[in-house]
């Protein structure tokens, strides 16, 4: 079914990984897709529509939506997926490494929305859907200034959603657990197992988990649903 | 008249008619009891004024996108310049002109 027909979505970090789950999601259920990334797009679709956009420029970002705005007439649903991580002990962490954690895990997700909000004002209809994470939870070591980008995140859907509601737009976040991707090849796979084994369903997730909350957020019938994180797996 | 007297008097013209049709435009979406007075002199912010303060983000919001896309460059008025300012750009239509319009010398000098 075409559950998305006659919607745009935006998505970041759509080249790979969740992002390319999701964004390929979308236009399999009959979206336009827009797609922001640091590098090019593999993905073939008429519908699909690639931005190359270094998601820690916050002007950068700001020029990506000037270019939208001579394109395109609106953007339904905005999906904040981009995200880095390093994983390191707090007291050998690079700054810089914690700085671009911050700027493209929290600080871009604020430019994004906001920007699309001002689209989504227009047709007085929005779904903004953040991809949190299971670290926010589970604060594992090494995940200081990642974890607390992601709670960040959360905050962000929060605070949003009590600006935009009389909007119709609603913000909310998944907080994933660990699903395959590269992200996750970055991480010790020993580790991440054992935090797996730890969890009420003690298993990686899987696209269609994902899938599931997003559809949800993301529904007309979900105009009600704001301000809201659901984790994966029971974590919580 | 000096042709850049013109210039600059048909660049305070448009920067006008842009917050006039932001408050058209917020109009449309208010309810009839509600509607906003539009004029060059009309209140937007303190105690005269009737915008609430989503209101007035939304004329914000409608001017920067307006000069955004007609300049080809972001353009942002509530930067700290702006907010640190005795008299707010943000007190009447003529002010928020005055403000946009130094701005815009900056960006493309008329």
Known sequence: ?236 | MEPEVTEAAERREEIVRIILDALKSLNQELDEGAQIEITPTTPLFGPDATLDSLALVSVIVDVETALTLKWDQPVSLTDDRAMSREISPFDDVGTLTDYILELLQEISPA
């Open chain 1, 1 to 236: 079914m075409d559950i998305y027909s006659a919607k745009t979505a935006l998505v970041t970090g759509s080249t790979r990984g969740v992002g390319r789950i999701i964004a390929d999601h979308f236009l399999k259920h009959g979206a336009e897709v827009i797609g922001f990334a640091r590098g090019p797009s593999s993905l073939e679709s008429q519908a699909y529509h690639h931005v190359q956009v270094d998601l820690a420029d916050p002007l950068a970002i700001q020029q990506a939506f000037l270019g939208l705005h001579k394109r395109i007439a609106r953007i339904d649903i905005v999906v904040n997926n981009a995200a880095v991580l390093t994983s390191q002990y707090a007291m050998i962490m690079p700054p810089a490494a914690a700085q671009a954690m911050v700027n493209v895990n929290l600080v871009a997700p604020f430019i994004v929305s906001r920007e699309a909000a001002k689209f989504m004002r227009k047709s007085k209809w929005g779904r903004i859907i953040n991809i949190g994470s299971m670290a926010v939870a589970l604060e594992p070591i090494g995940d200081s200034v990642y974890a607390a980008t992601k709670a960040g995140l959360s905050t962000l859907a929060n605070v949003m959603a009590k600006e935009f509601g009389a909007m119709n737009v609603t913000c909310n976040t998944l907080g994933i657990t660990a699903i395959e991707s590269d992200m996750l090849a970055q991480l010790p796979r020993d580790k991440i197992e054992a935090i797996i084994a730890g969890l009420p369903v003690p298993r990686f997730a899987k696209a269609e988990d994902i899938l599931n909350v997003v559809d949800f957020f993301a529904s007309d019938a979900s105009g009600y649903i704001t301000a809201q994180t659901v984790f994966l797996g029971g974590v919580n």
